[in-house]
T-cell receptor, first 114, second 113 residues
Framework: DTEVTQTPKHLVMGMTNKKSLKCEQH?????MYWYKQKAKKPPELMFVYSYEKLSINESVPSRFSPECPNSSLLNLHLHALQPEDSALYLC?????????????FGDGTRLSIL | DQQVKQNSPSLSVQEGRISILNCDYT??????FLWYKKYPAEGPTFLISISSIKDKNEDGRFTVFLNKSAKHLSLHIVPSQPGDSAVYFCAAKTTGSARQLTFGSGTQLTVLP
């Protein structure tokens, strides 16, 4: 069982919908991440939060909006997505941003844009 | 420009034999390397890591070797089991870097019973 929990596991939405992806960890980790993974490709970093503050935004379009309400939760708000945004969205956490500790991943949310 | 490369997209090995997965990197600033395993419909699972001050790290059936001069690392799985069949990603980072992990493209390992 993964220690990083993501909900929902699957999401189908239209291009005009607004939805949110949720991620939760209770390992006391202070860095949390959103990745996007397309089929047969490695995960691509989208956002990094360190101590609940956004520290990295990898030039992600504004239709993706991250939020870190507290040290255990990470949300990704979605609005007006495009079909090419269909992918597996992975959340990860680690003890700290710069330290040599592994990131632990959730099982992801499979997102399909109609 | 791919800084972390896994040149073999797939590998098949007989059960009980050794699996060797390879990874090359180009960024000499990388000093921490990790291997992740990924099953379909699951997120990547951390397997083993190695710091650049070491050339070998072992954990049960899994051993990672690092050759800094060749900028090459490998993951050995001995003995291989059918449950090891998954996609294996190599990843690298630079200590203190805000840019976190750089992943390779993955190798699909199939262990045949």
């Amino acid at each position: 069982d993964t220690e990083v929990t993501q909900t929902p596991k699957h999401l189908v939405m239209g291009m005009t919908n607004k939805k949110s992806l949720k991620c939760e960890q209770h390992m006391g980790h202070r860095a949390m991440y959103w990745y996007k993974q397309k089929a047969k490709k490695p995960p691509e970093l989208m956002f990094v939060y360190s101590y609940e503050k956004l520290s990295i935004n990898e030039s992600v379009p504004s239709r993706f909006s991250p939020e870190c309400p507290n040290s255990s939760l990470l949300n990704l708000h979605l609005h007006a997505l495009q079909p090419e945004d269909s992918a597996l969205y992975l959340c990860a956490s680690s003890q700290g941003q710069g330290r040599n500790q592994p990131q632990h991943f959730g099982d992801g949310t499979r997102l399909s844009i109609l | 420009d791919q800084q972390v490369k896994q040149n073999s997209p797939s590998l098949s090995v007989q059960e009980g034999r050794i699996s060797i997965l390879n990874c090359d990197y180009t960024n000499s600033m990388f000093d921490y390397f990790l291997w992740y395993k990924k099953y379909p419909a699951e997120g990547p699972t951390f397997l083993i890591s190695i710091s650049s001050i070491k050339d070998k790290n072992e954990d049960g059936r899994f051993t990672v070797f690092l050759n800094k001069s060749a900028k090459h690392l490998s993951l050995h799985i001995v003995p291989s089991q059918p449950g090891d069949s998954a996609v294996y990603f190599c990843a690298a980072k630079t200590t203190g870097s805000a840019r976190q992990l750089t992943f390779g493209s993955g190798t699909q390992l199939t262990v045949l019973p």
